[in-house]
């Protein structure tokens, strides 16, 4: 979609966008609003109170513009956060998806919502990122080929009016909205994927393909490969599975910098491709464990973005990648392995699989790159789920100028987190009496703590890593979907982080 940025309009779009405050303001935009439509001023003023997510449609009568047939008013309510901003637009989109044109205008000048320039900034964004997102096709597998959207199509545009000190803010901020729109809906394509085809090699494949693309190195370790790294853990894991495992160790920094040392940062992403439960079998829900690679697909869209907005900063994105299934050859509930660390561990339960294949991830981390920060993202435990439901992640970290950070671009991007301890009251649920450490402590109190504290063990005394449990917030209840769907959770989130580091 190409972005295009105005004063005026020449010839007017078909279709014209106009988001609205509930402020003072508010009816002397109405009235403006229905003079181009040729309408009744009163018609608006007392029709439309510019509620949050209250949406208008007015078919346009006026003989001197005959180009533009339709105009729509969103309302934002009195005082949005960025998130209920997009999600205005991105509902917007996705009801109207069928009969949208292919090009479209958004007007913020008519509207109240232009002065501040931080205001068109987040609006901007918020518009083409909703916009794009709220064309998301969820049917990647059926067979009768649908005819696009309008929107998506090659011609398509999206024409921002704006004051004219403003126009290149919007223009910068509507391209962004739309680069990260455009990962997101790739990232939801790869966890929707269903898990015979989006395999541990598969994502070695998106992963190559998104670097050739975007500019950054990606190399992918296969089965031996991994067993000459000693990545035991992982290969544990991969033991009930007749797909192969794949190590994916991504690496981005900007194509121009200075020579003065960018912050260097590590992420780590579960890449389970589908979690049965292994021989500790699951016995609810299992259809959803398609999605257990929120984590590894969040890195990957991540990786991507940074790259798009060659943010000055030096990236590590690390996914294990395996498949959890059951087979004669299966790790066994009490079974002992080996970890690229070098420390045993004792298998107490195959379903706590995620925290195997991570804690290889974050070692081999902190031991090839030593970065600055480790981040890592996994649809880690139920019990998160249980605590914090579908709304906030888990966060888990051991230093607190870092979760004060990422608190911090959570609220401001609303992809929740909310924090939960890592004391170490917590660590005896992982104390084995055989071997080193144990995955699972029999106790379904405080699992996702205890997770935390099985991860920490791996980190060899980093002391600035984070962990974020996904499990409720990477696959939820969209408009997309009847079941659940892949919600992108993590790219926006982070994105906001890295930038906000980037600066300073
Ligand atoms: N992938 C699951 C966690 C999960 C649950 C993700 C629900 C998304 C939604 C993980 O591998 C798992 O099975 N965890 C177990 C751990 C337990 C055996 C200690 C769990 O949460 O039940
Ligand atoms: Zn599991
Ligand atoms: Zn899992």
Redesign the pocket.
């Known amino acids: 979609m190409l972005i295009q940025t105005a004063n005026s309009f020449g010839t007017y779009p078909p279709v014209l966008i106009f988001p609205l405050f509930q402020n003072e303001t508010l009816t002397n935009a109405l009235s403006k609003i229905a003079a181009l439509c040729g309408i009744d001023a009163t018609l608006l003023t007392t029709g439309f109170k510019a509620e949050l997510k209250e949406m208008h449609q007015i078919y346009v009568v006026n003989r001197r513009k005959p180009e533009l047939k339709k105009v729509y008013l969103l309302g934002l309510g009195a005082n949005p956060s960025s998130a209920e901003i997009l999600d205005v637009f991105r509902s917007f989109a996705h009801r109207n998806k069928t009969t949208l044109p292919s090009s479209i205008g958004l007007d913020l000048l008519t509207t109240n919502a232009t002065q501040r320039k931080e205001t068109i900034k987040t609006v901007a964004e918020a518009a083409a990122n909703g916009i794009l997102l709220g064309h998301y096709n969820i049917g990647q597998y059926k067979t009768n080929a649908k005819t696009p959207y309008a929107l998506l199509s090659e011609e398509a545009s999206l024409t921002i009016i704006t004051g004219k000190q403003f126009t290149e803010t919007a223009n910068n901020a509507a391209r962004k909205g739309l680069d990260i729109a455009q990962t997101q809906m790739y990232i939801f394509h790869l966890v929707n994927g269903s898990s015979n085809h989006v395999t541990p090699t598969h994502i070695g494949e998106c992963a190559i393909e998104s670097g050739a693309r975007h500019g950054f190195q990606v190399t992918v370790y296969d089965k031996i490969q991994i067993q000459t790294l000693g990545l035991h853990a992982l290969l544990a894991v991969n033991r009930g599975s007749e797909t192969p495992p794949t190590f994916i160790v991504m690496e981005y920094q900007p194509k121009q910098h200075s020579n003065k040392t960018l912050p260097k940062i590590g992420l780590v992403g579960k890449g ?1 491709t589908f ?1 049965t ?1 292994g021989l ?1 079998i ?1 016995t609810a ?1 299992m259809q ?2 398609k ?2 690679m929120g984590g590894a697909a969040a890195v990957l869209g991540i990786m991507e973005v940074a790259a798009k907005l060659q943010l000055p900063l030096h990236l590590i994105g690390i996914i294990p990648s395996t498949e ?1 299934s059951v087979d004669a050859t299966a790790i066994k509930p009490s079974d002992v392995i080996n970890s690229y660390s070098g420390k045993t561990i004792e298998v107490d ?1 195959t ?4 925290r195997l294949i991570l804690a290889d991830g974050l070692t081999y981390l902190k031991r090839n790159f030593n970065p600055d920060v480790m981040i890592d993202l996994a ?5 998160c ?1 249980m605590a914090l439901g579908y709304k906030a992640a888990g966060l888990f970290c051991n230093s607190q100028a870092l979760a004060d950070k990422l608190l911090q671009s959570a609220g401001a991007t609303g992809e929740r987190l909310w924090q939960l301890p890592l004391w170490d009251a917590y660590k005896k649920e992982t104390q084995s009496d055989v071997a080193d450490i144990k995955n ?1 402590s029999g106790s379904p109190l405080a ?1 996702a703590i205890v ?1 935390a504290k099985f991860l920490e063990a791996f980190i060899e005394n980093h002391t600035a890593w984070a962990h974020l449990d996904i ?2 917030t ?2 939820g209840d969209s408009e997309y979907s009847n079941a659940k769907s892949a919600t992108g959770y993590g790219i926006r989130l982070l994105t906001h982080y890295l930038e906000q580091l980037a600066a300073g």
């Open positions: 389970i979690d439960g500790s699951k829900n959803y464990m999605s257990d959890n339960n379903d706590a699989e995620g649809t880690l435990t139920g019990n789920v699972h699992g997770a499990a409720g990477a696959f």
